[in-house]
């Protein structure tokens, strides 16, 4: 079993939608929760971090973690076609042998169509 | 401009040649990270190191190896003992995570290996 798993898709929806992304993690040394885009041959690049259960809000975007579940999403608002990349959930792990270890899931292919 | 450099951006090997791939940060970052991503895979771990001279695996580390001599330099060698290479490789480093604000990771460009 994967320590993240995450949906790969390919997910696809009209422009204005709510997206929903989810990953879900199996190790509780995990404590930090991160989201990156990306765009296709390039790097990963930072959408929103996470430390604590509950929700982060950036713009139209929300991150939400739920540790007891060990469930993560990421929720986009008012979808635009320039959102259309890849979508990675990663866990940081903050305890044991394995600390400052930083994992993704398979990474979830979003397409905007408008 | 401050951030992570990968080079070279494309590259072709020979099967049964090492190549090193190179990965330099300006961040003065002191954790650096190696992952190799395939369709349909995500990015997987292969070495990982959270200061100078100290690495450790990830989850495919077989058939690379990395040296870790100065701060700012992470290296990742792909050896000849990789049955699959072809993958394109990401760099990435962050300050160590022992503080929930600076566990960031930033990452290269990429180096896209195919052998030929």
């Known amino acids: 079993q994967k320590e993240v798993e995450q949906d790969p898709g390919p997910l696809s929806v009209p422009e204005g939608a709510i997206v929903s992304l989810n990953c879900t993690y199996s190790?509780?040394?995990?404590?930090?929760f991160m989201w990156y885009r990306q765009y296709s041959r390039k790097g990963p690049e930072l959408l929103m971090y996470?430390?604590?259960?509950g929700n982060k809000e950036d713009g139209r975007f929300t991150a939400q973690v739920d540790k007891s579940s060990k469930y993560i999403s990421l929720f986009i608002r008012d979808s635009q076609p320039s959102d259309s990349a890849t979508y990675l959930c990663?866990?940081?792990?903050?305890?044991?042998?394995?600390?400052?270890?930083?994992?993704f899931g398979q990474g979830t292919i979003l397409t905007v169509h408008p | 401009d401050g951030g992570i450099t990968q080079s070279p951006k494309y590259l072709f090997r020979k099967e049964g040649q090492n190549v090193t791939l190179s990965c330099e940060q300006n961040?003065?970052?002191?954790?650096m990270y190696w992952y190799r991503q395939d369709p349909g895979q995500g990015l997987r771990l292969i070495y990982y190191s959270q200061i100078v001279n100290d690495f450790q695996k990830g989850d495919i580390a077989e058939g690379y190896s990395v040296s870790r001599e100065k701060k700012e330099s992470f290296p990742l060698t792909v050896t000849s003992a990789q049955k699959n290479p072809t993958a394109f490789y990401l760099c990435?480093?962050?300050?160590?995570?022992?503080?929930?604000?600076?566990?960031?990771?930033?990452f290269g460009q990429g180096t896209r290996l195919t052998v030929v």
């Open positions: 990435a480093s962050s300050i160590t995570g022992s503080r929930p604000t600076n566990t960031e990771a930033f």
């Open positions: 996470t430390y604590s259960s």
């Open positions: 190790n509780s040394a995990f404590q930090y």
């Open positions: 990663a866990s940081l792990n903050a305890g044991g042998t394995s600390y400052g270890k930083l994992t």
């Open positions: 961040l003065n970052h002191d954790a």
